[in-house]
C-alpha cells in the first residue's frame, strides 16, 4: 500500500490536473495537535512565487528553530483546519500576510508588506483503493495592503494617544506610534538607536535594572506581562507616576518574539490613592479620640451604671421568673399545629387567671366544651384534624402522621407507682471508671466469664461508651451478627450492677443472646436498631440521668434492659397492621398497645422459662417488684400513640423546674447546675426522665452521621414497604407511604417527623439534661438536610 507524501502525491491524477493552473495551490495533511503542516503537494505556480516545498524533515527543523508562543500559534490554528476542513468538510477564506502561512514551508516567500487571500477547501480522491482527504490551499497574487479597510488598524495604532513601543530581545527599539516616536524626539533621542532603558526613567535617571528584569521575563520567563511604575519630576516640580505594562508579541518582519511596551500617566490615580489614605488615617485618629473620650465618660459614670446594672439584673430576674412561670413549650419548631394538649391550655387559662386577666366567655366555653368531649386531656385539640390540614404535610404524609400518633390513652395508672419508691441509697457512677474495674472485678461465688475481645471490637465498644458517631451496623459486622448482646453485656458488666444485683455472668449470657436470637432480620426493626438504641440510651445516663443523681441502681438496669428488649420479636409491621388483621396479640391485649405489650411480656418469659437465663433470680423481691414495673412502663411507652401524653407531663415538669429554678434565682438561693435534681423528687418524676430518655433513644438514628441517619432512613421506608405488600396479599387498603407503588413524599415526611415528633421531644428533653445538647445539635443537622431538600 502506498504512502501519501510529496513524492506519491505529484504522479495522482488530480494534482496533475491542478499543476498548470494560474493560482497558486498546494495541499496539506494538518496532523491534531502538531505544528507541522503536513504540506504533501504544491503546484507550479506556488513554486514561482516561493521555490520549491521544504521536505517534512526540513520543516521540522525550521519549526523546532521557532519560539514557543509561535508554535502554539501554529498548532492552534492547524487544530482549527483540521476540525473545519478536513473534520466538517467546510471552507473558509481569510486575508492573511503570506509570509504567516508559508514562511515554514517555502523559502522564498516575499518579504514585502502585502496581504492574500488564502481559500481552504477539502479535497478527497482514492489512491491505491484507498479514499483520501487532504487540505487544499490556494491563495490570490499578493496585493498592496494600504487599502482603506488594511489601513484602518494602522491609522488607529499610529493616532492612539497612548505612547507604544516594540523592543527586540537586547531592547532596541523596533516600532513606536507616531506620540511614542513625539516624545523620543522630545528628548534629543534617535529612535534608530533607542534602547528600552532610555525609556524607563526614575527622576531622570535610566533604570537598566528594571529593563533587564522586564527583558528576562518576557523573552526567557515567557511570562504574560510585566508591569512597573516609576516616579519623576514634571511641570512646575510636580511628581509625575507612570505606568509601564509590558507584553509578549511577534514581529511580523522577522517572526521573532518580540516586547510591546505601553505608558500610561496614573499621577491622577495615585494622587486619589493617597488621598484615600490620608482621609483613613485620619477617620482612625478621630475613631481613637472617640474611644478614648468614651472611656472617659464611662470612667466618669461608673458608679450610675453599676447600681443601673444592679437594678436591671433584678428587673430580669423577675421577667424570667414570670415568663417561666407560664411558658409550656419552649423551642417549637416552625409549624403551623397548635401541639398544646388540653391539659396545657388548661394550666395556660389558669394562669392567665392567676394574673389577674378576665379571661373572655367564648374562650372559657370553648375550653369548657373540648373538655366534656375530650377521652384524653395530654393529647393535642382535633389532632387529626391538623395533621391533615394545618400542619403543611401533604394527604398521604399527614394520614401516616395521624395513623402513627393517633390512637386510644391506655396510660392506666403508673405501675411504678403502686410499686415501692425507687431507693436513693446507692449514689451515681463513673461509668467510664466502672468499666475499666470491671475486667478486674473478682466476685468468688460467681462463674466469671471472660471478655476476650478482638482489637476492632474492643475499639466500637469505647466508640459506644462515650459517642455519637457509633455505628452499630460495624459492630455487627464485627462480631459475626451479635451487636446486641456484646454490647449489653459489655455495658452491664462494666456498670456493676452485676454484682450489686447477684446476677450471674453465664445467667446474662444466656439472656441476651436468646433475646438477641429473638430478634427477626427486619429491615429496620431488627437487633442492630435494638443495638443503636441501647447505646444512646447508654449515653443519655451517662451523660446527665447519673450525674444529676436522677437514676440510680435500679432504674439504671431497668434503662439497660428496656433498651435491649424494647422491639423483642418484632414482626416488622405495627400495631394497626396487627389490629386490622385481628392478630392473636392484637386479641390478646385487646388492641392496647399489643407489639409494646408482647415486647415486654415475652422477654420476661425467657427468664421465667429457663433456670440458665433467669436474670432476676438473685435480685431481692423489692428490687424485682420495682425493675419489673420500671420496664414495663418504659416500654409501654414507646408507643407512638402515646407520645403527646408523656411529652405533655415531662414539658409541664419542665415549666416547674424553670419556675422553681427562677425563684431560687430571685431569692439569691443556691441551685444546681441545672437546676434539675432539685425538682426531681418523686419515683413517677424519676420514670418519666427515663421514658423520655428511652423515646428518645428510640429515634437516635436521627443523631447519627448524615449517610448512615440516610441508611436507617431507607431502612424504615423498605419495611413500610414490605408492610404495604403485606396489606395488598390480606386485600387490605395500603397504609399510607407504605405503597411501594407510589414512591413520594419520603422528605416531606422526613420534615413533618422532625418537626411535629422529634425536635419537641428532644429539644425538651436537653432542656432539662443539657449535657445531651450534642444529641440536639446532631438532630439539627439531619433537619437541616431534609429541610433543604424540601425547598428545592
Not at 223 to 229: I, Q
Not at 330 to 336: E, F, G, Q, V
Not at 651 to 671: G, I, M
Not at 722 to 742: F, I, N, T, Y
Amino acid at each position: 500500500m502506498l504512502e501519501l507524501n510529496q513524492e506519491t502525491a505529484s504522479r495522482l491524477e488530480v494534482f496533475q490536473a491542478l499543476e498548470n493552473i494560474a493560482a497558486p495551490a498546494m495541499a496539506a495533511r494538518p496532523s491534531p495537535g502538531s505544528a507541522h503542516s503536513g504540506a504533501i503537494w504544491c503546484n507550479a505556480a506556488a513554486r514561482k512565487r516561493c521555490g520549491r516545498m521544504y521536505s517534512h524533515e526540513e520543516e521540522s527543523q525550521i519549526i523546532a528553530q521557532l519560539p514557543e508562543p509561535v508554535r502554539q500559534a501554529m498548532q492552534a490554528g492547524y487544530m482549527h483546519l483540521y476540525q473545519e476542513i478536513l473534520v466538517k468538510g467546510a471552507q473558509s477564506c481569510h486575508k492573511v500576510d503570506p509570509r504567516q502561512i508559508l514562511a515554514t514551508m517555502f523559502p522564498a516567500v516575499p518579504a514585502t508588506d502585502t496581504v492574500a487571500d488564502f481559500h481552504n477547501s477539502p479535497l478527497t480522491f482514492e489512491m491505491d483503493g484507498q479514499r483520501h482527504t487532504v487540505l487544499l490551499v490556494q491563495w490570490s497574487e499578493p496585493r498592496a495592503s494600504n487599502s482603506d479597510e488594511s489601513l484602518r488598524p494602522s491609522i488607529m495604532f499610529s493616532s492612539s494617544p497612548i505612547h507604544s513601543y516594540m523592543f527586540d530581545a537586547k531592547g532596541i527599539l523596533l516600532h513606536a506610534n507616531d506620540q511614542a516616536l513625539a516624545k523620543i524626539r522630545c528628548s534629543g533621542k534617535s529612535e534608530t538607536s533607542f534602547h528600552l532603558h532610555e525609556l524607563l526613567l526614575k527622576d531622570g535617571i535610566e533604570q537598566r535594572d528594571i529593563a533587564a528584569e522586564a527583558r528576562r521575563a518576557i523573552f526567557d520567563k515567557q511570562e504574560k506581562a510585566f508591569r512597573c511604575t516609576l516616579q519623576s519630576l514634571g511641570k512646575h516640580a510636580k511628581v509625575k507616576q507612570t505606568l509601564f505594562e509590558m507584553w509578549p508579541t511577534m514581529d511580523t518582519k522577522d517572526w521573532q518574539v518580540a516586547m510591546l511596551v505601553n505608558t500610561f500617566n496614573v499621577t491622577d490615580q495615585k494622587e486619589m490613592e493617597s488621598q484615600l489614605a490620608d482621609a483613613r488615617l485620619l477617620l482612625l485618629r478621630q475613631n481613637a479620640e472617640l474611644e478614648a473620650s468614651n472611656a472617659q465618660l464611662k470612667l466618669n459614670e461608673k458608679v450610675i451604671m453599676q447600681e443601673q446594672g444592679r437594678l436591671m439584673a433584678h428587673q430580669q430576674r423577675l421577667q424570667k421568673r414570670l415568663k417561666s412561670a407560664l411558658q409550656k413549650h419552649h423551642l417549637r419548631p416552625k409549624t403551623t399545629m397548635d401541639t398544646m394538649t388540653i391539659a396545657d391550655k388548661i394550666i395556660s387559662a389558669l394562669d392567665r387567671a392567676a394574673e389577674g386577666e378576665l379571661l373572655p366567655l367564648d374562650d372559657v366555653l370553648h375550653l369548657r366544651n373540648i373538655i366534656l368531649e375530650a377521652d384524653d386531656l395530654r393529647r393535642p385539640v382535633n389532632l387529626q384534624q391538623q395533621l391533615l390540614h394545618k400542619a403543611g404535610l401533604s394527604m398521604d404524609v399527614g394520614l401516616a402522621m395521624t395513623e402513627m400518633l393517633q390512637g386510644d390513652s391506655n396510660r392506666g395508672a403508673n405501675r411504678l407507682a403502686r410499686n415501692l419508691t425507687l431507693t436513693t441509697a446507692t449514689s451515681s457512677r463513673d461509668f467510664s471508671a466502672s468499666l475499666t474495674r470491671s475486667q478486674h472485678l473478682d466476685e468468688p461465688h460467681q462463674e466469671q466469664i471472660a471478655l476476650v475481645l478482638i482489637p476492632e471490637v474492643e475499639r466500637l465498644l469505647m466508640v459506644a461508651n462515650s459517642s455519637f458517631l457509633f455505628d452499630a451496623f460495624e459492630l455487627s459486622e464485627a462480631t459475626d451478627n451479635h451487636p446486641l448482646s456484646t454490647l449489653g453485656f459489655f455495658l452491664i458488666k462494666g456498670s456493676g450492677l452485676m454484682s450489686t444485683f447477684h446476677i450471674h455472668e453465664s445467667q446474662l449470657a444466656q439472656f441476651l443472646q436468646q433475646i438477641e436470637a429473638g430478634y427477626p432480620d427486619n429491615p429496620y426493626h431488627n437487633r442492630i436498631h435494638a443495638t443503636c438504641v441501647l447505646q444512646v440510651m447508654h449515653l443519655l445516663m451517662q451523660h446527665g440521668l447519673i450525674q444529676e443523681g436522677i437514676l440510680q441502681d435500679v432504674m439504671i438496669l431497668a434503662c439497660y434492659l428496656a433498651a435491649i428488649c424494647h422491639d423483642f420479636e418484632h414482626p416488622g409491621v405495627n400495631n394497626d397492621y396487627l389490629i386490622k388483621t385481628s392478630n392473636r396479640q392484637a386479641l390478646t391485649y385487646n388492641d392496647l398497645s399489643p407489639l409494646e405489650n408482647h415486647h415486654v411480656a415475652a422477654s420476661f418469659m425467657i427468664a421465667a422459662d429457663e433456670p440458665a437465663a433467669d436474670i432476676f433470680q438473685g435480685i431481692p423481691a423489692e428490687d424485682k417488684a420495682t425493675l419489673r414495673a420500671s420496664m414495663i412502663d418504659l416500654i409501654l411507652g414507646t408507643d407512638m400513640k402515646k407520645h403527646f401524653g408523656l411529652l405533655s407531663r415531662f414539658q409541664a415538669l419542665q415549666a416547674q423546674t424553670a419556675s422553681r429554678q427562677a425563684e431560687a434565682e430571685l431569692s439569691d438561693w443556691s441551685c444546681t447546675k441545672s437546676g434539675v435534681s432539685s425538682s426531681v423528687t418523686t419515683a413517677e418524676h424519676k420514670l418519666l426522665f427515663a421514658q423520655v430518655a428511652l423515646k428518645c433513644a428510640d429515634i437516635g438514628h436521627l443523631s447519627c452521621p448524615q449517610a448512615l441517619h440516610q441508611r436507617w432512613t431507607h431502612q424504615l421506608r423498605e419495611e413500610f414497604f414490605q408492610q404495604g405488600d403485606r396489606e395488598k396479599v390480606h386485600g387490605l387498603k395500603v397504609s399510607p407511604l407504605m405503597d411501594r407503588a407510589e414512591v413520594t413524599g419520603m422528605t416531606k415526611s422526613q420534615v413533618g417527623f422532625f418537626e411535629i415528633v422529634a425536635l419537641p421531644l428532644v429539644t425538651t428533653y436537653v432542656q432539662m439534661v443539657p449535657e445531651a445538647k450534642p444529641m440536639l445539635n446532631a438532630v439539627m443537622d439531619n433537619y437541616n438536610y431534609w429541610h433543604a431538600i424540601g425547598q428545592k
